[in-house]
């Protein structure tokens, strides 16, 4: 077999599409590796891989501790059944939700040091994944808007992303992922509340260096709000003006998924949204959140 290779996406500055490579077949060597592509270029998208849940876990455990180990993303439930889009499913509108840009788990006390993400069943079309480079954004901007934000902080919660699209979220008491696959789940449950936590709202700065690259990135996105010393107003058009300049190409990717498909983010540096498809038709996502560590990645005091 040829060699693992890596090659630039195309239209795009940031990510790589790795070529001959099985992912649950990589000697120390080849891991190390693959994790410094994965560094650099913030986004690895490999085909044909079709990982089992055993297998996805696993190596999503070599990049890290996980913060959670597998769950479902999409319009079905366990017995194969589609959700209503009808306003009635959470799982729905928490897909309704995540086609706003985003970085995951800056709503948590730790913000998420990445992901593994694999599609098992797509839609004939649509469904994209989005991903965009806040290292390249940050590079990007004027030496104005920089020195602006250099010591700006930002709240971060999901309650707040969520109302923005009509989710009324209370917290769950026993908020987690179901990661039970053979769970029937009739209720819209699966996701299980999690990020609906009554603790202290996160506070993240909206320019961050990366603890493994050193480079300056943007981090903002539809959890961040009221930033501290701004208005509300203020504030949300400063946020929205960074993401409509930051996801603009080249510093932008669309996904547009095979089954098999596995996508390894650096959730650190790259922001990420879902984009619609037919909710007649099936889509089933394999999302394993890799933690980040508490040294670099937790949320600062108020
Ligand atoms: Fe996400």
Same mark, same amino acid.
């Given at each position: 077999?040829?060699? !693992? ?21 990589? #000697? ?32 999503? $455990? ?11 993303? &999409? ?7 589609? +959700? ?8 729905? $509108?928490?897909? +309704?939700?995540? !086609? ?12 998420? $040091?990445?992901?593994?993400?694999? /599609? *098992?069943?797509?839609?004939? *079309? &649509? ?13 990007? @901007? ?9 010591? @700006?902080? /930002? ?25 039970? #696959? ?9 996701? &299980?509340?999690? =990020? ?7 506070? +993240? ?5 990366? %603890?493994?690259? =050193? ?35 080249? +510093? ?8 098999? #498909? ?11 949204? /879902?984009? %619609? ?22 949320? !600062?005091?108020?």
């Amino acid at each position: 077999m040829a060699d !693992m290779s890596f090659e630039p996406l195309e239209g795009a500055c940031f990510g790589a599409r790795v070529r001959n490579v099985t992912l649950t077949d990589l #000697d120390e060597k080849a891991f190390r590796t693959l994790y410094d592509h994965w560094l650099d270029a913030g986004l690895l998208v490999v085909g044909g891989q079709f990982l089992g849940r055993d297998d996805q876990i696993a190596f999503a $455990k070599r990049f890290g501790d996980l913060e959670f180990e597998m769950a479902e993303i &999409g319009n079905m439930r366990k017995d194969g059944t589609l +959700r209503p889009d009808d306003g009635s499913d959470d799982m729905m $509108k928490v897909n +309704r939700g995540n !086609m706003g840009w985003h970085h995951d788990s800056t709503y948590m006390p730790v913000q998420a $040091k990445g992901a593994v993400f694999s /599609a *098992e069943i797509v839609p004939d *079309e &649509g469904g994209a994944t989005g991903f965009a480079d806040m290292r390249a954004a940050y590079d990007a @901007l004027d030496e104005v808007t920089r020195a602006k934000i250099e010591n @700006l902080r /930002a709240h971060h919660s999901l309650y707040h992303s969520q109302a923005k699209v009509g989710h009324d979220a209370k917290p769950v008491k026993d908020a987690s992922v179901n990661t039970d #696959d053979t769970a029937t789940d009739q209720k819209g449950k699966t996701y &299980g509340g999690y =990020g609906f936590h009554d603790g202290p709202v996160s506070v +993240r700065p909206l320019v961050k260096v990366h %603890p493994e690259t =050193g480079y300056r990135n943007l981090i903002i996105g539809r959890h961040a709000y009221d930033i501290i010393g701004m208005s509300s107003e203020e504030s949300e058009k400063l946020l929205q003006e960074l993401v409509d300049f930051a996801c603009q190409p080249p +510093r932008v990717y669309h996904h547009q998924w095979e089954p098999g #498909d596995v996508v390894i983010w650096d959730n650190r540096r790259l922001m990420h949204q /879902a984009t %619609p498809w037919n909710f007649k038709q099936a889509r089933r996502m394999w999302h394993s959140r890799i933690a980040g560590d508490p040294e670099t990645e937790a949320a !600062m005091a108020a």
